[in-house]
């Protein structure tokens, strides 16, 4: 399993944003330049994170980015969906995938209950943990 460059960098961006204590709004050059990404890719992932309703700019266009929400109140599954449909750590266990093994599948528990476990810790884990320190990000 691989998650993607978007929620990766993603995550990365909102992290940039809520470590902002002057609430005076993060500039998107600066998160580029902060977290080595290119300004054009960091234009997408600024937008899906827009869609997905996680930041606004503060004073509309051409100014700073700030959450939408406390950071502790703001998941990195919220993270993650604003650039994927879900967690899948097997092409089974998708909605759109036919196995034709399903019924008889002898470790489809195994991959349902791993699929499980990720998704609660994304779930768990919030902009703030990573913020304070409580999870460290060099483990």
Known sequence: MKFSTK??????????????ESQSGVFQKDIAANQ?????????IIHALKVAGLIINLKGRKSGYILTRKA??????????AFEPGICVI??????????????????????????????????VTLEDLRSGKIKLDQ
Do not use: P
Not at 7 to 20: F, N, Q, S, V
């Open 72 to 81: 502790s109140e703001i998941t990195m599954l919220d993270i993650h969906n």
């Open 36 to 44: 080595d990404i290119s300004v054009k890719y960091l234009d997408q």
């Open 91 to 124: 092409d089974c266990l998708a909605k759109s995938f036919d196995c034709e093994r399903k019924s008889f599948c002898e470790v489809i528990g195994f991959w349902e209950k791993l699929n499980h476990m990720v998704v609660d810790y994304f779930e768990q």
């Open 7 to 20: 929620t990766r960098y993603g995550i990365r961006a909102m992290l940039e944003i809520a470590k902002d």
